[in-house]
Structures are given as structure tokens and as C-alpha cells.
């Protein structure tokens, strides 16, 4: 490892893995710890945890703002859990100067979004730090969550399940990238930063039977399947002509050199379910506006295990990497 901290150690691929195993899990080693899941099962499988930090930049950006985003993260990775959030906290590190309006209309987006998962903030903590000390606000959420569906982990995902794509990706990486260089488009691009709990809540009513769920977020969709094919010890076959991407990511990526499959998604997910129950749960995530291009990207199967595969429509192969390097800092 390096000396000092790069900001490749915060791109969700492999430095930071290797930032998070070789320092935190060392020191705080212990089983729940080392689920690696979106949120901890605690208090005999009744309750998921956790908790989430929001540094993103610009604060406000196509479809969102660091508010709505610090709701929405938090709570996605409890729904991810199989479990509907309930109890939050919320500590604010804002910079002397910050404008009030700005904070009012941020935690006017925070109260929006707990109002679609039906959370409360219970508690929370101000800090205001001295000009420069923090670069405008960060804000931390925690989540509790009551489980609805035990079971649900990443660890479990096996060759009777079929991978599932929730909607279109890169569209919060390509926003938030557009913003930061002042690229102008005039097509409609947009952050999906959405909760997904709605969507999550209706699959479960439907009795989908899901194995494991992941929001897309930092490392984007290659992450996710690699770290899926490694806790599982499965090879997940990727159709690549099958991956939602809409014409406008699309073409950023083509410019840019980006693979759609490693930008950030912030209301996107990716779904193991039972293989006979695939159909019909991409036909319920449809009836969402979230929901609108889920589709079946992918089987599981035992070819090179703790590997992801991509298939090309030529019929061609090829693994498909967990992302590395500096990809976007400060993307949520
Ligand atoms: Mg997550």
C-alpha cells in the first residue's frame, strides 16, 4: 500500500478494498464486519445498520442535491437489506460562510426523501468548522431498518439465480462528471439519485424470491458483480448487449473513454432472484418510473469462479474487471 492516502482509495473498486481490508478490518475485525454487505444484520436477523457519508460536488446537480442524496443513500443500503427504513441520524461538518438558504433548501430535500421511506431523523450533530476547513458541507446519515425479508446477502448467490438490472446505468457518474467540466447537453441527462425502498417493498409483497440485492453506487455495476462473484464464489456471465445504458451515457463514455459499467449509480440496483421468478420481477420494477429499463443481464454459472464474464454480441469473451484507479472523487 502507499504511504499516504490516494484518492484512488475512495473510488469503491480495488484500492479501496484494499484500503478498507488491510486498515478497518484489521483493527475492528469481526463476523458481521466481514459480510461486507450493505447494511448489518444485527439484533438476531431483526434489524439492518448503517451509515453513510456525502461529500459530492457540486452540491446540486441534474436531479438531486447532496440532501436528497444523504436520504437516499442511507436508506438504499438498508432496503438492500430486504428491510424498510425506520430511525436516522444526521450530522452536518459545514464551512463558515455556507449560505443558510442553501442549508434550508438541502434539509428541505432531506425531509422530502424521509417522507417517501417513511424514516425520522431522531438525532443528529452540527459542526461549523473555520473557512476552508471543510469544502462547503458534508453530512453523514445512519440508518436503522426493521428486516422485512431475512436472508437476503450477497454471500448466497448461486447458479439458480438470474442477475438483474433494476434500470439504465451511469446516469449519476455521467451527470455529476458533466457538471464538474461545465459540459453542456441538451438532452435530458440526469442523476437517478432515487429510494428505492418503494421498489423493494412491492417485489417482496409479490413474494419475489430474492437472494441478494446491491445499489450501484460508487464503481458502478462492475463492482457490484465482482464483489458478488467473489463472496459467492461464482462466475456471473454478463450478455453485454443486455445492459441498459440510455444514448446520452452512452455517448459521454464513447468521448470520455468511460465504461458505463463502472460510473456511479445512485438509485440503480442490481438483483439476484430465483431464475423462474426473473420475468415477473423485472415486469414489477417496470411498473416504476425508476424501474423503467430493468432488464436480464445476466446467469450465474461455475465457468471461472469469483469472475465476471462479458459476452459480446460477436460471440466473443472477456472478464470484466473491478474498476481501479482515480475514477470520480466526490461522486456522493
Ligand atoms: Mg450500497
Known sequence: MTKTITLAQGNGGVENAELISNIFYRHFKNPLLEKSEDAA?????RLAFTTDSFTVSPLFFA????????????????????????????????E????????????????????INGATIVCGDTKVVPRGA?????????????????????????????????????RHGATIFAAREGMEFESDLSSDCTSLWPLVEKLLAE??????????????????LNEWAKQSNICIEVEEASLPVSDTVRGIC????????????????????????????????????????????AKVTHQYAGKVVLLSPWGSKRFMELPSGELLPRIC
Open 207 to 224: 413474494g419475489i424470491g430474492i437472494t441478494a440485492m446491491r445499489d450501484a453506487t460508487r464503481g458502478g455495476v462492475a463492482a457490484v
Open 96 to 115: 463558515e460562510g455556507f449560505s443558510i438558504e442553501a442549508l434550508n433548501t438541502i434539509v428541505t430535500s432531506m425531509a422530502k426523501e424521509l417522507a
Open 63 to 94: 436531479g438531486g442535491d447532496i440532501g436528497k442524496l444523504s436520504i437516499c443513500g442511507t436508506c438504499n443500503d438498508l432496503a438492500m437489506m430486504g428491510a424498510k427504513p425506520t430511525y436516522m441520524t444526521c450530522a452536518v461538518m459545514v
Open 254 to 297: 464513447e468521448i470520455l473513454g468511460f465504461e458505463a459499467t463502472n460510473l456511479a449509480n445512485e438509485g440503480t440496483f442490481v438483483l439476484a432472484v430465483k431464475s423462474h421468478d426473473a420475468p415477473r420481477a423485472v415486469e414489477i420494477l417496470r411498473t416504476f418510473d425508476a424501474g423503467q429499463n430493468a432488464a436480464i443481464i
Open 41 to 45: 444484520i444485527i439484533d438476531s436477523g
Open 134 to 170: 471543510v469544502d462547503k458541507i458534508f453530512i453523514n446519515t445512519t440508518g436503522i431498518g426493521v428486516v422485512q425479508k431475512g436472508g437476503i446477502s450477497s454471500n448466497s448467490v448461486s447458479d439458480k439465480d438470474t442477475i438483474i438490472l433494476s434500470n439504465d446505468i451511469g
